[in-house]
């Protein structure tokens, strides 16, 4: 075997540790904290325009063009008592994931959490 084979073969331990350590790292993460809101709103304005208004309104009041398509309509997201972690959780992974139905579509494959974050914060700016 050439040096070039045998170091390989040296590193592979080393790799798998690598591995473990990584997983082990990814843990805490995995396990469930509570939701901290950190979207910057400006950012999330143009994304709300783009993939959430067309249903949802300009204003998030649930008067968008397309509402009256859907029955039930699109909620008014700025309804009392509308937190930013249900806002976050049904953009994310869907109407069906908020016991609300699939009419309200999954984000998750469009939009990165990041993005997610500034969307719900845009939405909360709203309020104001
Ligand atoms: C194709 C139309 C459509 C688009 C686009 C859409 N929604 Fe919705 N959304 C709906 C409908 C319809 C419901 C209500 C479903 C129901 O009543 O079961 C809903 C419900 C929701 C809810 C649940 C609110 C509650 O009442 O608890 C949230 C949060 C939400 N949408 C956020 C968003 C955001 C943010 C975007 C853009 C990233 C977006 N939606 C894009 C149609 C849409």
Redesign the pocket.
């Known amino acids: 075997m050439n040096e070039h084979g045998s170091t390989n073969l040296m590193q592979r331990p080393r790799h798998l540790l690598t591995t473990i350590a990584v997983l082990v790292a990814c843990v805490p993460v995995l396990a469930e904290e509570p939701f901290t809101l950190n979207g910057d709103a400006q950012a999330g304005k143009p ?2 325009q783009t ?2 208004a ?3 309104g300009e204003r998030a009041q649930g008067d968008g063009s ?1 509402a009256g398509a ?1 029955q ?4 008014d ?1 700025t ?1 009392e008592g ?1 937190g930013a972690e ?2 976050f959780i ?2 994310r992974d869907g ?1 069906m994931a ?1 016991g ?2 699939a ?3 999954a ?1 998750r494959h469009t ?1 990165d959490e990041q993005s ?1 974050h500034d ?2 914060a845009y ?1 909360k700016s709203l309020d104001q």
């Not at 039930?72 to 909620?75: A, F, H």
């Open positions: 994304l709300y993939h959430c067309d249903c949802h397309w859907y039930p309509p699109p909620s997201l309804r509308l249900r806002l049904a953009t109407g908020v609300m139905r009419t309200m579509p984000f939009l997610i969307v719900v939405i």
